[in-house]
């Protein structure tokens, strides 16, 4: 009889030699269920619940295709105030339309300007800080820490430019030197704070995990005293820094004024996301930052600097998120003030989503982006409780990506050849089958 660790060694093991295929089947059936289970809480939810017009009475009246409205009444225990199927068709198709002309037949899109511009804003920012985290994950390192790096990144970003344009003309040309110096200063910020962690795991053996969860609520409050005690503005109640230019500011193209989203951005965060596909797979350092994810022992006896790895990837992934903290300043917010919101922590969830692959972060940042904008949709069109809206939301990003978690799992836990097949080569050259892979 075989033990429970065999049968989870062997379930997990299944998880990672899954094929491309099986995956995108697993995760479409997860999306399935997700939205069955999320139904089934909206339903219960407006059982409980009271208001005026509910949508089902005590008794529900199933009509019979084709007889002119006649049908059978099937008695309910009690009235139900939410339509689950309402809810979903607000929280998908308000992410780019409205969802009250929305119609397939006869087609019309209807689409939204403001609401698709919203979707594409999250996902330009999930975009930033799924690939950061993706980063540190294949290099083997948990960064945890992507929301304190795009804090101060985004503080770096502002202060930079603010310091910077009064030496500068204005207009178009301020800002073709002014936005470049914004993301430079963000990366560069990002990328020392990330790097910190990364030294305290190299030199010092310290938990990465730990540290970068303690050191987002470190940059947090560096943030906050640099602002409200030197770079405050002047006669502002908030915690809040002077605005920038409008000049410098990454401004809507072929959107309305006011919402916040540049096509720009989204284009330049597609490019990173090939340029750092390329970089982990076509050059000498991605090779280094692979093999280290993948076996680290293996890598350090191969001549892998094990030390110098660690610190590079997570100032890499640092980077990467200071440059979103730049972005968020630069096409949201305009100036740097407390309530930053939670991209580097949804950036996690992104990674875990995509696989760690980070072609796979730009559909999984589209899918957490159409979430979050749909959403809104929800609670002021159909009275649903935002707090159930959020529920909603979990459930679908927790179904989604628990398989890719387990599958993660199963890559840094199964025992090489637990399987029952080939046994990891020596020399390191040949594939093995229920070992560790960097697919």
């Known amino acids: 009889m075989s033990t429970w660790r065999e049968r989870a060694e062997r379930t997990l093991g299944r998880l990672v030699e899954a094929s491309a295929a099986e995956r995108i089947f697993i995760s479409l059936a997860a999306l399935a269920m997700s939205i069955f289970v999320g139904g089934f809480v909206i339903l219960v939810s407006g059982f409980v619940a009271t208001c005026s017009e509910p949508f089902l009475t005590r008794a529900m009246l ?3 295709p084709g007889s002119g409205g006649w049908g059978i009444a099937i008695p309910l225990p009690g009235s139900f105030c939410y339509n689950p199927i309402q809810v979903y068709k607000y929280l998908f198709i308000g992410a780019f339309a409205d969802p009250q002309q929305f119609s397939l037949v006869p087609f019309n899109p209807a689409i939204d300007q403001y609401s698709l511009a919203g979707t594409l804003r999250e996902t330009s920012m999930l975009l930033f800080t799924g ?20 804090v101060l990144g985004a503080l770096g970003s502002v202060l930079s430019v603010l310091w910077t344009a009064p030496y500068v003309p204005s207009g178009i040309v301020g800002g073709i030197i002014l936005i470049p110096v914004g993301l430079v200063a963000g990366a560069a910020v990002g990328g020392a704070y990330g790097a910190i962690p990364g030294a305290m795991k190299a030199y010092a053996d310290t938990n990465e995990v730990i540290t970068t969860i303690m050191l987002n609520f470190i940059a947090t409050g560096i943030a906050f005293v640099l602002v409200s005690e030197y770079f405050k503005k002047p006669g502002s109640g ?59 022992e293996a890598a350090e006896y191969g ?15 640092g980077a990467i998120g200071g440059i979103g903290g730049a972005i968020y300043v630069l096409m949201i917010l305009n100036r740097w003030q407390t309530g930053v919101p939670s991209y580097g922590f949804d950036g996690i969830t992104v990674t875990i989503l995509a696989g760690n692959n980070p072609l796979g972060v730009p ?9 979050k904008s749909g ?15 959020g529920v909603l939301r979990g459930l679908i990003i927790l179904f989604v990506a628990m398989p890719e978690f387990f599958r993660m799992l199963g890559k840094r836990w199964v025992t090489p050849g637990a399987q029952g097949e080939n046994a990891v080569a020596t020399d390191g050259g040949t594939p093995t089958e229920g070992g560790e892979s960097d697919e």
Do not use: W
């Open 62 to 64: 199933v009509t019979i």
């Open 131 to 150: 690939l950061a985290v993706a980063v540190a994950f294949r290099a083997g390192m948990f960064n945890i820490g992507t929301q304190g790096q795009l």
């Open 238 to 296: 908030n915690v809040e820094t002077r605005a920038i230019p409008g000049y410098a500011a990454l401004s809507p193209s072929l959107f309305p004024r006011g919402s916040s989203f540049s096509l720009l951005v989204l284009v330049g965060a597609l490019v990173l996301t090939v340029g750092i596909y390329l970089l982990l797979h076509r050059t000498a350092f991605g090779y280094d930052l692979r093999t280290s994810g993948i076996q680290p």
């Open 303 to 317: 001549g892998v600097n094990a030390k110098k790895t660690m610190v590079s990837s997570m100032a890499l992934s």
């Open 363 to 371: 559909l999984a940042a589209l899918l957490f982006g159409m979430l």
């Open 375 to 389: 959403s809104l949709t929800i609670d002021f069109a159909l009275g649903v409780p935002k707090q159930l809206v």
